[in-house]
Antibody
Framework: QVLLVQSGPEVKKPGASVKVSCRASGYTFNSYGISWVRQAPGQGLEWMGWINPYNGNINYSPDFQGRVIMTTETSTSTAYLELRSLRSDDTAVYFC????????????WGQGSLVTVSS | AIQMTQSPSSLSASVGDRITITCRASQGVRSDLGWYQQRPGKAPKLLIYAASSLQSEVPSRFSGSGSGTDFTLTISGLQPEDFATYYCLQHYTYPFTFGGGTKVEIK
């Protein structure tokens, strides 16, 4: 079955960087993109972007442009989200999802990774 | 970026009720609109994409309609597991954008 397993919680200081991983299994990794969505505590969902592991194409939300890097490692079927220059309002649960129709976050999601930014 | 506005922000309903949630886009998005359900502490779940296409294994009591700027999600015959927060997402143009969410609570 398709599974996306994300890395564990992180606590970072303002200005630092964090790298969240999302390991996929149960399907051919290069055949589907990976999308990233985040959710601040008690808040709604925020689309961050997506990456195509097959050709490396990426689309970032302008809200994160310059601070976010999405990568994939096909040898381990893992996608990564790196966010730099962390601020307190980056405290959130970060979700990965396999993209479906029209590159939207589809039917398979990771369990979420909590990133806390605090001095 | 396209702004997505959902209404209401919350509603109370009973098991068996029929409810409707509305999502309005700040500009036309054709039929490129999805709906997600999120239960507390869980990842979102895709219910509907392309405005009215039901995602695999989603019960038929969920339905979506609309095009352009105005969309609706209808749940016909609320079940206990349907009490959750629902989000719309426009997938017409990047950056994709979510609505603010509608929390469906038990009356």
């Amino acid at each position: 079955q398709v599974l996306l397993v994300q890395s564990g919680p992180e606590v970072k200081k303002p200005g630092a960087s964090v790298k969240v991983s999302c390991r996929a299994s149960g399907y051919t990794f290069n055949s589907y993109g990976i999308s990233w969505v985040r959710q601040a505590p008690g808040q709604g969902l925020e689309w961050m972007g997506w990456i195509n592991p097959y050709n490396g194409n990426i689309n970032y939300s302008p809200d994160f442009q310059g601070r976010v890097i999405m990568t994939t490692e096909t040898s381990t079927s893992t996608a990564y989200l790196e966010l730099r220059s962390l601020r307190s309002d980056d405290t959130a649960v970060y979700f990965c999802a396999r993209v479906g129709y029209n590159t939207i976050p589809g039917g398979y999601w990771g369990q979420g990774s909590l990133v806390t930014v605090s001095s | 970026a396209i702004q997505m506005t959902q209404s209401p922000s919350s509603l109370s309903a009973s098991v068996g009720d029929r409810i409707t949630i509305t999502c309005r886009a700040s500009q036309g998005v054709r039929s490129d609109l999805g709906w997600y359900q999120q239960r507390p502490g869980k990842a979102p779940k895709l219910l509907i994409y392309a405005a009215s296409s039901l995602q695999s294994e989603v019960p038929s009591r969920f339905s979506g309609s609309g095009s352009g700027t105005d969309f609706t999600l209808t749940i016909s015959g609320l079940q206990p597991e349907d009490f959750a927060t629902y989000y719309c997402l426009q997938h017409y143009t990047y950056p994709f954008t979510f609505g603010g969410g509608t929390k469906v609570e038990i009356k």
